[in-house]
């Protein structure tokens, strides 16, 4: 299999809320066939026109397989593929990277590890949809030994999900969402539950508004999902919930101390990075994919929070269109 084109056949173990938005998305562009062990989710999915078979039966040479399962059992996952042997492209949408990656290259898989930054606080192929993705971020991880040829096959596909594809490594992509979606998870659960402590819980929360809604809205996300993703993201996440307990001990203290200049400063800190995310905007380019350093280039892309729009072209001939950050004053400020 090259990069020539987006993969002829994929095949989606898990059609839960990502596994199924991904098969949905991609029924128009290509052959989909789904693999789940709930059968009222197969009956579901082959009414969307998702074909649906046993794992053993559609990992056929040329697949790109989609690991859509929670991580804990993405190990026996690619075992099972693995069983298959078959000549496939495997990756996953999995919420953390390193220990994936490291249990797919003990199975010896053609692996490319990626995560789209999109979801919803509900779960299940009943709330699957096929423009999940349009517009939202799709990490995609380019390591020193990832082949790029299959870097790019697996791109193709994101892309047509509407998705724009960040190149990352795996221990920045980890680093990253640690702060972007696992602390938010942490926040909106301590919010949440911060409401219900004591018998003024019912006040609370007739009184709460927009803010508190907006807040807590992952909260209901299922507990023991979140719980084994930050498992295996455990350092990273502990350091950044370490380092805003910090800011908001010092917080609190200002707010003894009747101290408004360091209350202030925190807010007016939140607004700056808050205005600069409101207000990024992107400038067109091109990366050809055949140059020594592309896989460099590709990388410089996404760690400036860059991405792909596109891919044009045959193989590592290809161009990939790109917006890379236009940076402001506004933005160096604060680095």
């Given at each position: 299999m090259s990069g020539d084109r987006a993969a002829s056949r994929l095949v989606v173990v898990g059609l839960g809320l990502i596994g199924g938005s991904v098969a949905k998305a991609l029924v128009p562009h290509m052959d989909v066939w789904g693999v789940d062990t709930?059968?009222?989710?197969?009956?579901?999915?082959?009414?969307?026109?998702?074909?649906?078979?046993?794992?053993?039966?559609?990992?056929?040479?040329?697949?790109?397989?989609?690991?859509?399962?929670?991580?804990?059992?993405?190990?026996?996952?690619?075992?099972?593929?693995?069983?298959?042997?078959?000549?496939?492209?495997?990756?996953?949408?999995?919420?953390?990277?390193?220990?994936?990656?490291?249990?797919?290259r003990r199975h010896g898989l053609r692996f490319v590890g990626g995560h789209p930054m999109a979801g919803s606080e509900q779960f299940g192929?009943?709330?699957?949809?096929?423009?999940?993705?349009?517009?939202?971020?799709?990490?995609?991880?380019?390591?020193?030994?990832?082949?790029?040829?299959?870097?790019?096959?697996?791109?193709?596909?994101?892309?047509?999900?509407?998705?724009?594809?960040?190149?990352?490594?795996?221990?920045?992509?980890?680093?990253?969402?640690?702060?972007?979606?696992?602390?938010?998870?942490?926040?909106?659960?301590?919010?949440?539950?911060?409401?219900?402590?004591?018998?003024?819980?019912?006040?609370?929360?007739?009184?709460?508004?927009?803010?508190?809604?907006?807040?807590?809205?992952?909260?209901?996300?299922?507990?023991?999902?979140?719980?084994?993703?930050?498992?295996?993201?455990?350092?990273?996440?502990?350091?950044?919930?370490?380092?805003?307990?910090?800011?908001?001990?010092?917080?609190?203290?200002?707010l003894r101390r009747r101290d408004h200049a360091v209350v202030e400063d925190f807010f007016a800190r939140g607004v700056e990075v808050r205005t600069r995310f409101d207000e990024r905007t992107g400038v067109p380019s091109t990366i050809a994919l055949g140059a020594v350093d592309a896989r460099e280039q590709l990388l410089a892309l996404g760690g400036s929070g860059g991405y792909v729009t596109n891919i044009e072209g045959p193989g590592l001939q290809a161009i990939a269109h790109v917006r890379a950050p236009r940076i402001t004053a506004n933005a160096t400020r604060g680095a």
């Open positions: 709930d059968s009222l989710t197969c009956r579901q999915a082959e009414g969307d026109g998702i074909r649906i078979g046993a794992l053993s039966d559609v990992v056929v040479d040329g697949a790109v397989v989609v690991v859509a399962v929670p991580v804990d059992a993405m190990e026996a996952t690619f075992a099972a593929i693995k069983s298959c042997e078959s000549d496939v492209i495997v990756t996953d949408v999995g919420s953390v990277k390193v220990s994936v990656i490291e249990a797919a192929y009943s709330a699957a949809n096929d423009s999940l993705f349009a517009g939202s971020r799709w990490a995609l991880v380019c390591e020193p030994n990832t082949d790029l040829d299959d870097w790019v096959t697996v791109a193709r596909s994101a892309i047509l999900t509407g998705a724009g594809v960040v190149p990352v490594t795996a221990v920045a992509h980890d680093d990253a969402v640690a702060v972007v979606s696992h602390l938010p998870h942490v926040l909106a659960a301590g919010l949440a539950a911060a409401a219900g402590v004591d018998d003024a819980q019912e006040l609370r929360l007739g009184l709460a508004a927009g803010s508190f809604r907006d807040g807590t809205r992952v909260a209901r996300s299922p507990a023991s999902f979140w719980s084994s993703v930050l498992a295996h993201n455990a350092d990273a996440v502990s350091t950044i919930v370490d380092d805003l307990a910090q800011d908001l001990r010092v917080v609190a203290d200002a």
